[in-house]
């Protein structure tokens, strides 16, 4: 299978890559910059390239879905990157907009990927819309929820393609800090599986996933009119359409 992933040249998604080259898979990587494009090359051999973009620029994102489409098709996109210490602003353009607009753009119609996965976490529990005060307010948590959202808009919007959220612990990168208690190679897995696994478990959309096995978001989550709400603003955000 053919799989691209953001945020790959460290912690979590550069995990998820050397363990799908592992098992023979071909992976494209993501850095944001040069010097992390070297690193991820290092660290992952046999990866096919790595593509370059900063997430927080709405025309480097625009560019990176030319490059992958130029690349040809992707059976799998796993939305790993993100931020959490920087400002609110950053935080909703590399965690929420960058992945809204990612999905809209890689891939044309009957060439979409037939699996998408977005990085969430438990802390989405605490978050919130916030679409009157978009793109400024977001904070880590209410990133996360929002990505449930997007996850859930995708599967009912796309019904051929396998579009699922994971919560991939508290673990020990750089994001989660050297102390956090759960262990990081199974914080990867869940990512792995649903990028490439033909177990029916795995082969479902709309759905939250934490350690391989299906967990309730949170309530907000499943407002479908909610949903709808935030994929029209993100549209007016970013200029691009969920089609």
Known sequence: MRIFITGSSDGLGLLAAQSLIAQGHQ????????????????????????????????????????????????????????????????IFKVNCLAPYMLTCLIGTEGQKPSRLIYLSSAMHTGGRALLNNLPYGTSYSDSKFQIVLLTKAVARAFPDVYANAVNPGWVPTKMGGGGAPDNLEEGAATQVWLATSNDAAAKVSGKYFHHRKQVRPASGTEDTMLQDAWIKKMEALSGVALT
């Open 27 to 90: 992976v494209v990587l993501h850095a944001r910059n040069h010097a992390r494009s070297q690193h991820a090359l290092d660290n992952a051999h046999g990866a096919d390239t790595v593509l370059i973009a900063d997430l927080a620029k709405q025309d480097e994102v625009e560019a990176l879905a030319r490059e992958v489409n130029n690349l040809g098709r992707f059976d799998a996109v796993i939305h790993n990157a993100g931020v959490y210490t920087e400002s609110h602003e950053s």
